[in-house]
Structure formats: C-alpha cells, structure tokens
C-alpha cells in the first residue's frame, strides 16, 4: 500500500478539546463534513459510536482507532486527533488517549479498509512515531510525520 | 554483486504473483512441448500407416490390384471395433466433444491410459484410410498430456483446466503446423468463445512451444501444395455466392449425419462402432472405384489444386466424401472433422468456380477452392476465426485473407442462423448441457434443499475477531455470523480475514462485525442454480439459507458442482449407455 497521507489531509487532522470519547469521536468526525470522504455524517457518527458501544477502539499505548465501513462513506479516509490532556476511552490498558485515528471506508472497500487499519497500525507501533505525534504542535507536523514514516 | 543476488532473490522470493506468472509460462512451454511431440508422434504413425498399407501404393510396388488393397480399411475397422471392445471406458470418451465435456465439467485429470488408448486407436483409424481428420484425436491427446502433466504436478483441478485446454489447442497447433489457428480453435471449440478465461495466455505459450516443435520435427513444409493463386477483389459478389453455397453445404452435411446418427441408434442403440464393418465393407467397394477418398484427404486437396480432375469427377469425388465422412463420422470412429471439411471445402470452392465457367464467367479455381477450404471449416465446426487463420497459415499468403473473411463468417453465419446455434453446442445440448447456460439448465430443477447441510458454525456480530479466527480454522467452511438475536447478519471465511492476519495489531482491534461480508442468502424455495450462481457473483464457497432472518442450513458450491456432475453422468447413461459419447 502507498503511503498514509495518500488518505488523509491535512483539513482531517483536529487538536481535540472534548475528554469524553463519545464526543472526541462526534468532535473529530465532523472534518469530513462538507467533503468528498463522508455525505451522512449523522449515520457514520452513530455507527462509529455503536461500534465503540460493542468493544472500545483504545488499543492502549494513548491510542484509540475509531473505524466504520458504511454506504455513505464514498472515499476510504482517515481523520487524526490529538488530545494534549487525554481522553477516557476505556481503553484496554485504563490509559487515557492521546492520540485518535478515526478511520471511514465504503461499504465494499472491505480490502483497502484492511489495508489501511494495517498499515496504520504498524506506524502507530512505533514509540518514537507515536510519541511525536502526540507531541506535535501543528498539523504541518503531524504531516511531516507521516510523510517521514515508513 | 551479492547486493544484486540479494535483490533478485528478494524479488523472486517476495512476489508470489510473479513466481506464480513464471511458473505458469514454464509449466505452458512443457504442456506445449509435450503436446507437440505427442502430436508428432500420432502424426508419424498416421503417416507410417499411410504409406505402408496405402491401397495405391501396394499395387504399384507389389503388384496386387488396387481392388484387393481396398480391403485395409475392412482390416482397420476390426481393429478398431476390438480396441473398443478390449477398453470400453477409454472407448467411451472420443473427439474434441470430450475434451469439451471434460473442461466444463472438470472431469479432470484424463487417465494417462485413456491418452495412450486414443492415440493408438486414432492411428489404426486413420492409418488404414479412414476419410475423417486428425485434429480431434489429436486434441484429445493433447488434452490428456496436459492433464497428465498438471496431476504428476499435483496441481489444483482449476489449473489443471487451464493446462487441459492449452494441451489441446497445441496438439492442433502441432498436428496442422499452424500455432495461430491452434490459439483459437482452443478458444472457439475448447472454452466456447469464452475470452475471459484464464486459460487464454497458458494456450497461447503453449502453442508457439507445441509449433517449435512440430516445426523442429517436419520443417516449414506445409501439408498442402498451394498452387500460384489471383485473388481479384471486384468478384466480392461470387466470393459472397460461394460463401453461403457452403453454409448450405455444411448445413446439407449436418442434416445427412443427424438422419444418419438416428438411423444407427435404430439399428445398434448404444453400440454404433460395431457399424464400422459393415460400413468399412462398403466403403471398400466405393474404393476399387475411386481411391481419392482413401483417407484424411490432404493427397485429394492437392491433386484437386493441381487441376487433375474433371469436373464430373469432382462432383462424384464430392458426394461420396459427404457420404462416407458422415457415415464414418457418426460411427464414433476415431477422427475428427476439420481435415474432411477442409477436403469438402476445395471440392466445394473448385467445383463452384468451374460450373460458372460453363455461363461465360471466368474464375480462378484455385482461389475459390481455398475460399472454399475457409468457408466449410467454418461452417461446419462453428469456428470462423480459426478457419481464417488456419487457410492463411495454411497457405501463407495475406492475399487470400479477405475472400476467405467473408467465405468464414458468411458461411458460419448461414449455419447458425439456421441452428440456433453452433454444432459443438447443439450436441452437447442433445446430452442434456447447455453450455449457453452452462450449468445453470440443468440445476434448475435441483432445489437447493437438498444438498444443503445442517453443520454450519455460527459466530456472534459483536465477539472479537480473534475469537472467529480460532472458529475458522476448525470450520469447514466459513462462518455464519448473527446478532444477538440469532438474526442473519453476513459471513466470514478465511476470503474476508486473510488480509486483517497481515498485522496482529488489526485482529485486536476488529470485531466481526467490522468485516462481515453482506451476503445476499439463499431462501429454501430457491434452486441449487441460483445458489450458485450468487456464489459465483460473490466468489465465495458457501452460501446460507435463510427461513425469515434465520440461518437453517447452508449449500457448499463444490457440493452443486458434484450434484450437477452426478446428474450429466445419469442422463449420459441413460441416453448413451456404454458408449458414452
């Protein structure tokens, strides 16, 4: 798969202000309003807010990945939110989340949605990554993280 | 220069498709070879046989009279009917039918045995001047080789297929030393015209390879002496005549063998080879009067090209080649069509070309003869693209391409107009397949209920995938998945969770709901030929079915396909008896 920032932008990448996780996902979702990614925000909000009902998307380590394959999602994507003060997400490690990665795919984009939960996962692994982001000050920096990133 | 080593043993190592894609070209030039030499060899002993017991030749060098000799095909025909006797079951399975029957059914792979038994049987048969052709024992024997090959390889029943399919093409391209018309009478004849198949590049490779060899073996000479030719483009409307006289022709010639196969159930029912005596017995007596019709034909084709016949011979030379190749043809004798029609085809197109003359009209016969060669071959098998390149290959001037165009599709066309449909798919029609539908005719009246099965694993939307891949891998089949209700929800087979395995982080982080597949599901009032044919849209193995929203069996394709198997084979027996095809 080519590289992450073929699927995000930098218009997707938010400093979050909500704690709670519900509306950090409702806060973060709405970078996709108004373009091509989304055109329900409503209905891909409550099915990113069921699922996380289902089992919590925080993996541990500050990190929470969001995701929803859903009709009206047009253009596989991913949004990047950061918390400076931490979100509860009931994560699997009790650790507040810092850093979430909400990810939306069509409905039939079954293996590019794969693809990308992989690819960013395997970036995520990464401390020294992680931690950078988490750290960023701007969303250029965010940016040239990924770009950086293998 | 390890560093070089490394990357290209990287590259080999890493890129399945590409290891995939060379060994498939390998495995295409070995088939292809093969089926060149098994080509070769049938062709030799065909040719042996020609000469040492060639009626002509014998009373020539021995001094017996030619009336005596015509007696070798009375010989043959024992023969023959003893070889059938001896192996019924490899007897059953004759002529590019066969092979046919074998690709779409995948009755897959051919006992190397029953290759060994067509090419001695095929060799008697056309060896002691039987009037039909080499190209479908040929096929048959190509197909067995790369059916042969693909099973010693242990490869799967879709890629033995594949090899099946380009083992025959190359046996003809080897047998007629024309590799392009081998490309499509594989796809014309062997895949129905079905361009899409994945056998395509396999067919190709393998009849460039099948051709070097053939090549290699007989050299650039060409089966037929082709005379100088004029080719003038403002007869267009006599080259359009002639095309449809033989559609007509061709359609004349199925007519004969259709009343002449009902005629040989009547007296035989299931046992028409055993006609082979009384007809070889016949054809002895039309022998002490006109030798021409001794065999395939190619020494008839040339002698005709080289205008040593009158015309009134020519007619007479004709009808009895109809006659005889139908009867032969009908007996279920080893051999197959496309040399005769080749032979009907000169006939037709010389005969044409000197009866106009007799109105004043000036026409090169030769020209019109190889037209003709075109026209019949597409006529009577159905294969207009194939006969194009065969009579260009055949003659190796871009000339005649375009008269042989319009004599081809003209002729083809005036066929299936009047057929509905080519000859191949009519006589698999006759045996209850309809390759039209291909399989879906005859599971129409399977209800999927009754192939279903009652052990099906079931997975809850909400449980992790982890939990559903300790599931599958003990699943004979994928999973079902449901809410918690017990609602249908989708499916999960090892298809859906290959790609989350690539990254142990993914499986923690999905549920199975995030990749259920939404599978459209069977109702139990549905054919097993619906069934498969939304397994076929979805690419999937299974398929549920539902009663309301719930789950109360599922139908496995391969199960479908075993059922349809069982089902042809009973019409088969029930139709044809021992003698199969």
Partial sequence: ?150 | MQHYYNNVKAFFTTRYDLKEYILQIGISLVIGAAAGLGSMVFHTLIEWMRFAINPSHFSRYLEIPSFVMAIVPVIGALLVIGLSRLFPQQASERGVRSVIKSVLLQKIPIPFFTTVFHLVASAVTLGTGAPLGPEGPSAKIGAGLGSYISSLLRLNIRKMTTYTVAGAGAAIAAIFNAPIAGVFFGIEVILLNDLKNESLSALVIACVSADMVSKAYLGNISLLQIPKFQVNTHEVLYFILLAIVCGIVALLFMELSHIIKKFYKKIRKDDTIAILLPLSLLFAVALMFYTDIYGIGYELINKVLAKEFPVNLLAILLVLKIIFIALYFQTGAYGGLFAPSLCIGILVGFLFASMLSFFGVTLDPVTYALMGMGGMLAGLNSIPITAILMVFELTNDYRIILPVMLASVISHLTVTYYNKGTIYELELLEEGIDVRKTRINILESVNVQSIARKDFQIINAKAPLKKALNKLIEAETGLIVVDDNGGYRGILSLNEVRQALLSSDVVELLICQDIVFHVNPSSIRDSAAEALKRMDEYGIDFLPIVKGDKVTAIVLYRDIISMYNKIVLQIEEKQYGHFGL
């Fill in chain 1, 1 to 150: 798969m080519s590289s992450l920032l073929e699927f995000t932008d930098s218009k997707y990448i938010k400093f979050l202000k909500s704690k709670n996780k519900y509306k950090a996902i409702e806060e973060l979702a709405d970078v996709f309003k108004g373009t091509d990614v989304c055109s329900d925000i409503k209905a891909f909000i409550n099915a990113l807010k069921e699922r996380e009902e289902i089992m919590t998307t925080g993996i541990g380590f500050g990190i929470a990945v969001p995701h929803a394959k859903l009709e009206s999602v047009h253009k596989i994507a991913f949004a990047i939110g950061i918390s400076k003060k931490g979100i509860d997400f009931n994560s699997i490690d009790g650790k507040p989340v810092h850093l979430v990665v909400l990810v939306a795919a069509g409905e039939r984009q079954h293996k590019e949605y794969l693809k990308l939960l992989s690819k960013i996962m395997s970036v995520l692994k990464n401390d020294a990554i992680r931690n950078e982001m988490i750290q960023a000050k701007s969303t250029k920096d965010i940016i040239e993280i990924l770009r950086n990133a293998k």
